[in-house]
Structure formats: structure tokens, C-alpha cells
């Protein structure tokens, strides 16, 4: 299988021809080998459009969610941003071609072991790692320009947002377990933010104690 082909198609059809414009998010994932993210078993399927299991019960996002996201968080360059829930890696390899620094919560220690090699294999060392319950965020390294969550939630923690800088946003999907919707807050000063509805989507659930439990799920 060519994957640079694969990789080519996957951004023109499934990513550009859904609405992503972004022109540096587009050439990141042409760039990015998708398929190191998977298991080897799901490799061929990497460029398809369609979540991937990693184990643990998680998933690697769809390309166009990923693309989706990553534009929604309007990143300049050079940013400082917090992704909760490293997953496979894959989506912080994105964020780390455009931010300045991607600080990353997992709270399985065996998909932050595994994401942190492959990140490391193809140069994103850009990218600092913690295993911790991610509802918490990162306060010692806040504030943040912008915060990406990659798991579902009952409600948008509180924390988070008093994370973000003035002008920071926050993209996280809110909503039940099986059906969220992805909305954007902008914190537009010290006690005052805003909120837009993105997108419907789906995503596993954000488990944790300002999240879900782990047995409702």
C-alpha cells in the first residue's frame, strides 16, 4: 500500500471535501503517517473514514474530526496547548507541527507508553506526556492558548476553563455517553466566555472525576 497516496486522498476527500480549510492543517496530515498510530492488523484501514480501536476501549478519531478540531482551536503558531486524552498520539503529532508545545493527558499508562515511541520515532518531541485523570487538566503548566478534549463529556469541567488565557478557546465535545456535540468556549476575560455549537459527533466517553464514571459507562 502507497500511504502517501493514501494519505493525499484521505485529506482531499474526506477532510477538505467535508469543510476543513486550514491550509497548514491539511499539509500536516498529508505529512503525518497515520497508519504508525494503529495497530499493525488495522494499518490498511488507517486512511479511511472512520474511528480506529487502539485497545483500552479507546479509538483513533476519524481524519476529519481531527482535522475539524484542530482547525476549530484557530492556532496561530507557536501556541501553548493542552490536549486531554493522548489516545494513540496521533492527534497531538497534529498539534505539535503547528503549536509551540502540546502538553498531553492519558489516563492509561500503556497508550501513553505506546503514543510517546511513536512520537518520539518521528520527531514530534514537541509533545510532554502525563498519566493522570485528565478531568483535572494540567494547572501546573496553565495557562493554556487553547485546550483540545478528544473524549466525551457530561458537562464542560469548570477547571478547564479557568486554564485558558483571555482569547484562549476550549473544544471539547458535551453531551451524553453516545451522542455529543463539539462546541468551541472562548474565555473573553476573567470571568467571561463564550460558547458555539460546531458539529454533532461521537466520541468515547471522558472518564474521570469531573467526568464520567468508569462503571456508568
Known amino acids: 500500500m502507497d500511504y502517501a497516496i493514501a494519505r493525499r486522498n484521505m485529506v482531499e476527500r474526506q477532510v477538505r471535501a467535508k469543510g476543513v480549510t486550514d491550509a497548514r492543517v491539511l499539509e500536516i496530515m498529508r505529512q503525518i503517517p497515520r497508519h504508525l498510530f494503529v495497530e499493525e492488523a488495522f494499518q490498511s484501514q488507517a486512511y479511511g473514514d472512520f474511528p480506529l480501536p487502539i485497545g483500552d476501549k479507546q479509538t483513533i478519531s476519524q481524519p476529519y474530526m481531527v482535522g475539524l ?83 466525551g ?25 453516545g451522542v455529543q456535540v463539539l462546541k468551541r468556549v472562548t474565555r473573553t476575560g476573567e470571568k467571561t466566555f463564550t460558547e458555539e455549537n460546531l458539529v454533532d459527533c461521537r466520541f468515547v466517553p471522558l472518564l474521570g472525576k469531573l467526568g464520567w464514571n468508569e462503571e456508568d459507562c
Do not use: H
Not at 89 to 104: E, M, T
Not at 107 to 131: E, H, T
Not at 156 to 173: A, C, D, F, S, T
Open 153 to 177: 463529556a457530561p458537562m464542560i469541567p469548570e477547571n478547564y476553563k479557568q486554564q485558558l488565557v483571555i482569547g484562549g478557546r476550549l473544544v471539547i465535545p458535551v453531551g451524553s455517553r
Open 69 to 151: 478540531m484542530t482547525e476549530s482551536l484557530q492556532l496561530k503558531g507557536g501556541e501553548k496547548v493542552l490536549e486531554i486524552g493522548t489516545g494513540s498520539g496521533y492527534q497531538a503529532a497534529v498539534l505539535s507541527k503547528i503549536a509551540g508545545r502540546v502538553y498531553s493527558v492519558e489516563r492509561i499508562p500503556s497508550l501513553a507508553r505506546r503514543a510517546r515511541k511513536i512520537l518520539d520515532s518521528i520527531g514530534c518531541g514537541m509533545v510532554n506526556i502525563k498519566v493522570t485523570d485528565g478531568t483535572f487538566g494540567w494547572e501546573e503548566m496553565a495557562p493554556f492558548d487553547a485546550i483540545l478534549v478528544t473524549a
